[in-house]
T-cell receptor
Framework: RKEVEQDPGPFNVPEGATVAFNCTYS??????FFWYRQDCRKEPKLLMS???SGNEDGRFTAQLNRASQYISLLIRDSKLSDSATYLC???????????????FGTGTKLQVIP | DAGVTQSPTHLIKTRGQQVTLRCSPK?????VSWYQQALGQGPQFIFQ???????QRGNFPDRFSGHQFPNYSSELNVNALLLGDSALYLC?????????????FGQGTRLTVV
């Protein structure tokens, strides 16, 4: 089983729709979670951090479910400009060596259609 | 404040050659991580440097090596290039001391091996 798994999509949704992505992780000791957005042929950029209590930024809502070991990203009122690949990132603290381990999901592709 | 900068942006090499990619981290960051992203895939972790030492390594052969300098900048070296090494190489910088810190990415170096 992969450490971080995402549905690669593509998710094709009409403008104005609500769309949700999930990301599952296998390491129960994982501590920090992020959603990154990557446009075609560009570098990933941080979209939002994911907190245990859930967090919202405008049309975007991120949630963490530690019991089931997944995080989610909800996009409301989709815009054409939301078309991108959304990468799930999981940080774990490795006791041996005392460093962070960063693991990316393969990304979920979103295409918002006019 | 300059973000993460990588050079060169594009590179074409032939099989068997060696390549060096460079990365300057965001000001104030002390940790540099390198990722390989093949077309349509999520970034795959190569290795991470902190305090001029390789702290952790992904599942990449010894042909991939690196270095971190006292000013925190870093190099990624790939020897005996294979066609399959063609990818976008991303450098990310972060601050080791902060567990929940986000990573900032450079724009990447697109390597094509022919």
């Amino acid at each position: 089983r992969k450490e971080v798994e995402q549905d690669p999509g593509p998710f094709n949704v009409p403008e104005g729709a609500t769309v949700a992505f999930n990301c599952t992780y296998s390491n129960s000791a994982s501590q920090s979670f992020f959603w990154y957005r990557q446009d075609c042929r560009k570098e990933p950029k941080l979209l939002m951090s994911v907190y245990s209590s859930g967090n919202e930024d405008g049309r975007f809502t991120a949630q963490l479910n530690r019991a089931s070991q997944y995080i989610s990203l909800l996009i409301r009122d989709s815009k054409l400009s939301d078309s991108a690949t959304y990468l799930c990132v999981v940080l774990s603290f490795m006791n041996s060596g005392g460093y962070q381990k960063v693991t990316f999901g393969t990304g979920t592709k979103l295409q918002v259609i006019p | 404040d300059a973000g993460v900068t990588q050079s060169p942006t594009h590179l074409i090499k032939t099989r068997g050659q060696q390549v060096t990619l460079r990365c300057s981290p965001k000001s104030g960051h002390d940790t540099v991580s390198w990722y390989q992203q093949a077309l349509g895939q999520g970034p795959q972790f190569i290795f991470q440097y902190y305090e001029e030492e390789e702290r952790q390594r992904g599942n990449f052969p010894d042909r991939f090596s690196g270095h971190q300098f006292p000013n925190y900048s870093s190099e990624l070296n790939v020897n005996a290039l294979l066609l399959g090494d063609s990818a976008l190489y991303l450098c990310a910088s972060s601050l080791q001391a902060l567990m929940n810190t986000e990573a900032f990415f450079g724009q990447g170096t697109r390597l094509t091996v022919v």
